[in-house]
């Protein structure tokens, strides 16, 4: 009898314990076989950058930053209704408190965003999410390890002085085109 108390109690610590609340993380997951979306992990080594031509703030930036994650949604003329339910989804995802929306631009029906989730000097997340009732939307996370603003900045030089692996993208352009 004590085992099975013990087991329930196991279980219902398990249920409460596993945190049911919408994530990017989650959506990204349950997203990733549906033949609506183009999905895309992208590494820093992306950027084929030469790290001996780099300032110390420069490979400071680049270290700071892991992964980048990229989820779209392509809009056709058979998934309209399904465009406006994901788009609700990411939404009403991106308003829970921890994302900290920095920017936003253009209307709710079409525009983007920057949020990001952490601390002003240790961010652990940047958010991008972009949608256009032509093509459909893409929700970029870009992780890393105690991001700062300046670190982004920063990661801007890199990306100009950078050549790129467009192959890794490759998947993103049949999005692009419409």
């Known amino acids: 009898m004590k085992?099975?108390?013990?087991?329930?109690?196991?279980?219902?610590?398990?249920?409460?314990?596993?945190?049911?609340?919408p994530s990017l993380q989650k959506y990204f997951v349950e997203n990733t076989e549906n033949k609506d979306f183009i999905v895309?992990?992208?590494s820093p080594t992306i950027?084929?950058?030469?790290?001996?031509?780099?300032?110390?703030?420069?490979?400071?930036?680049?270290?700071?930053?892991?992964?980048m994650n990229i989820l779209a949604f392509k809009l056709n003329d058979k998934n309209k209704a399904q465009f406006e339910i994901e788009r609700a989804k990411v939404d009403l995802i991106l308003k829970d408190t921890k994302y900290q929306q920095l920017m936003k631009f253009g209307?709710?029906?079409?525009?983007?965003?920057v949020s990001f989730v952490g601390s002003d000097d240790h961010i652990e997340e940047f958010v991008f999410f972009a949608n256009k009732k032509e093509n459909g939307?893409?929700?970029?996370?870009?992780?890393?390890?105690d991001m700062n603003p300046t670190n982004i900045i920063t990661m801007i030089s890199v990306l100009k002085e950078s050549k790129i692996d467009l192959e890794q993208l490759k998947p993103l352009q049949q999005l692009l085109k419409h």
């Open 107 to 113: 209307s709710g029906k079409e525009g983007a965003s």
């Open 3 to 21: 085992t099975a108390y013990g087991f329930l109690g196991l279980v219902c610590f398990l249920l409460l314990s596993c945190n049911s609340d």
């Open 40 to 42: 895309l992990d992208v």
């Open 47 to 67: 950027l084929n950058v030469d790290q001996t031509k780099l300032s110390i703030a420069q490979k400071e930036a680049l270290h700071s930053f892991d992964k």
């Open 137 to 145: 939307f893409a929700v970029v996370r870009i992780l890393g390890k």
